[in-house]
């Protein structure tokens, strides 16, 4: 790896670090919160880098246990189809089991939803419709969590551009996404998949997340796969299949015993985890790719300010 450049980029992160300090403290400490106002919600923002230069030095590990988590969502693109204010409402509180579960499924269902998809989704019987009037006009209605955010609302830009100037540095991974932090570390996993394609693989795969318990954390649990295609050595590796299956209370669960077997040369398992303080960039290294990431608070605009509520005395 070249230490010196990355070095560079990571000084230029650290300098954008301090800004987005000040601006998160602003939102994290207003003068006064109303009790309805969520207080737990975070902006997250991930770049993953591969090297391709890496040295040959460090072999490929042999052991390793490749699996996806339990508790999974995908980012939602900002050009799925639905009604965001309804969803928000029902939403509104992250405690409510039911209201997880809504967001979960949507978050791993087509853009294209039909009516019976909505009424599963929302916990409630198909005869019900959609798109309902709010349940009391002092609700407060926020955005829907595990957005793709736009680029001009990332943080890490000018860091995810200094890579791609500076080969052998190939950036496959820049997300950011807005969400509230669960009780007892109970933040759902999101899935991964990027870089090159590779039949109906990609060539990053796995999880990651951003969770609180008494601080803030993240973790990943990554594989890099350089599939086998046209090299003369390879190896019959089984990857786990992303599988989902309805259950009779309508939750997701996952089929771990699911696998394929692929020709491939090697597999990188990138699976770290580390302590985190809000606004500061952190850089997590590995043999054949790289980790930038920077979590800070976040307050969620009303959507209904009409109907703002009213703090009792």
């Not at 919600?41 to 052991?63: G, K, N, R």
């Not at 290294?285 to 300010?305: C, E, F, S």
Request: negative net charge; aromatic residues 12%.
């Amino acid at each position: 790896m070249n230490r010196e450049c990355l070095t560079r980029i990571l000084r230029c992160s650290a300098s954008i670090g301090f800004a987005i300090w000040f601006a998160g403290d602003a939102v994290a400490n207003p003068a006064a919160t109303a009790s309805w106002e969520p207080d737990n919600w975070y902006q997250a923002e991930v770049v993953i880098f591969t090297q391709s230069d890496a040295t040959d030095d460090e072999l490929a590990p042999q052991d390793y246990h490749l699996k996806y988590p339990q508790r999974w969502l995908k980012l939602i693109d900002s050009s799925t189809t639905f009604d965001i204010g309804q969803l928000a409402q029902i939403y509104k509180s992250m405690s409510s089991p039911s209201a997880y579960l809504a967001v979960s499924k949507i978050s791993v269902q087509s853009n294209q939803l039909t009516g019976a998809d909505a009424a599963l989704m929302l916990q409630t019987n198909t005869t019900q419709s959609f798109i309902e009037p709010p349940l009391s006009p002092a609700t407060p209605n926020f955005e829907l969590p595990y957005q793709l955010l736009k680029s001009t609302d990332r943080d890490l830009n000018d860091t995810a551009r200094a890579l791609v100037k500076r080969p052998p540095y190939e950036v496959i991974y820049h997300r950011a996404w807005r969400f509230p932090a669960q009780p007892n570390a109970d933040d759902p996993w999101l899935i991964v998949e990027a870089g090159a394609p590779f039949r109906d693989r990609f060539q990053l795969e796995g999880s990651l997340r951003f969770y609180k318990s008494r601080f803030l954390h993240f973790e990943s649990n990554l594989w890099l796969t350089n599939f086998a295609n046209h090299s003369a050595t390879w190896q019959q590796v089984a990857l786990p299949v992303l599988e989902r299956h309805a259950t009779l209370d309508g939750t997701i669960s996952v089929d771990q015993a699911s696998a394929s077997i692929y020709k491939v040369e090697s597999v990188w398992p990138f699976n770290q985890s580390i302590r985190l303080r809000e606004a500061e960039v952190y850089y997590l290294d590995h043999p054949q790719m790289g980790i930038i990431l920077t979590v800070k608070a976040y307050r969620p605009p009303l959507l209904n300010p009409d109907d703002k509520p009213v703090d009792e005395e």
